[in-house]
């Protein structure tokens, strides 16, 4: 590490803090082709799935399994088809903390206005 | 403060960024990411309140009277179909194959053209079965939610074709893959919103109305 590198962060306070270049680096090469197509087709099974369950008669499982399902297929586009499970831990925090603060308040928002108050 | 600008050190110079940067990640790359976190908000607003006023119009028509669960079943499977051409053309620009990342970013371009001309066909279906964007709160909260999304879908498409025509121009640089996957980014941050879309709007049934 350069003298300058060590003033600068002697000036912020973060000079005992792991560099974050090299804490952050992305870790893994990104995935195949073939492994886009594996989980392509998982998507379009678990799509088919949400389907299926549209039509079958689950009862009270119904909305869990959909919103079970959605998590899933979500999950699987942001970790892999963008690439979230091999980048830097700093772009997942950004994108969680946007997502979980939405999530939050929005929920805070239909909970407050009684939306899952089943009379 | 000149004399302070960061050199990174050897071996950790980010890939595609000109600048070294305080982070040794890409500025553009965690821009993008901000971005969309903050389109979480957007259509995070739009979901609730689409579920808000769910099942709390007055007069039809409602949603059970108007969806196509087969056809909406298809443009969602089209949109997936997308999400994977994306990174199969983002996975031909790390490989320099640039032919074949035009061939897939078309592809992709195509898959959401036909999504868009999905849903055109289907709000003009809904509007003559009486369902215009003032007739309820369903109309309401359904073309606002599904418009925004229909409009980002578009400004995706508009963005891979530009990136066919840089790369046709040879303006893009040698190493396509920052540019592509940038776009990427947002083209699967657009299919993970209609995942929910689709979920929530579609298949979640609604409450019966109440009666009069």
């Avoid at chain 2, 004399?3 to 790359?29: R, W």
């Avoid at chain 2, 995070?44 to 808000?52: C, D, E, K, Q, R």
């Avoid at chain 2, 769910?54 to 669960?69: C, E, K, L, N, T």
């Avoid at chain 2, 087969?70 to 969602?76: F, K, L, Q």
Wanted: glycine letters at 6%.
């Amino acid at each position: 590490m350069s003298e300058t590198e060590t003033r600068f962060q002697e000036e912020l306070g973060t000079r005992d803090m792991p560099d974050p270049r090299e804490a952050q680096a992305p870790h893994h090469e990104h995935p195949s082709a073939k492994e886009y197509i594996r989980i392509g087709v998982i998507l379009a099974v678990l799509t088919a799935l949400e389907v299926a369950t549209y039509y079958v008669d689950v009862g009270g499982a119904l909305v869990p399994t959909l919103i079970v399902l959605s998590i899933i297929k979500f999950a699987l586009v942001v970790m892999w088809f963008m690439h979230l499970r091999f980048d830097s831990l700093t772009y997942a925090r950004f994108f969680v903390m946007g997502l979980a603060g939405a999530a939050t308040l929005y929920l805070i928002v239909l909970i407050s206005f009684g939306v899952f108050v089943v009379e | 403060m000149a004399d302070l600008a960061i050199t990174p050190p050897s071996g950790t110079a980010p890939a595609h960024d000109e600048h070294a940067t305080s982070t040794g990640l890409p500025n553009t790359k965690l821009a993008m990411w901000v971005f969309l976190a903050s389109e979480c908000m957007l259509f995070g607003a739009l979901i609730s309140t689409y579920v808000l006023y769910r099942g709390a119009s007055d007069v039809g028509p409602y949603p059970d009277d108007v969806f196509d669960i087969p056809y909406t079943s298809v443009s969602s499977f089209v949109l997936l179909a997308s999400s994977l051409t994306m990174v199969l053309a983002l996975a031909a620009a790390q490989k320099r194959d640039v032919s074949r990342m035009r061939l897939w970013l078309l592809s992709t371009a195509l898959l959401g053209l036909t999504f868009v001309a999905g849903q055109v066909y289907e709000f003009t279906v809904f509007y003559d079965e009486g369902l215009s964007i003032s007739t309820n709160l369903f109309g309401t909260t359904f073309y606002v939610l599904t418009g925004f999304h229909g409009v980002h879908v578009t400004f995706g498409i508009l963005m891979l074709l530009s990136l066919v025509g840089f790369s046709a121009a040879d303006r893009l640089p040698d190493d396509a893959a920052f540019p592509v996957e940038m776009v990427g980014l947002y083209w699967h941050f657009v299919d993970i919103v209609w995942i929910i879309i689709f979920t929530v709007v579609y298949l979640i049934p609604t409450p019966a109305p109440a009666p009069v």
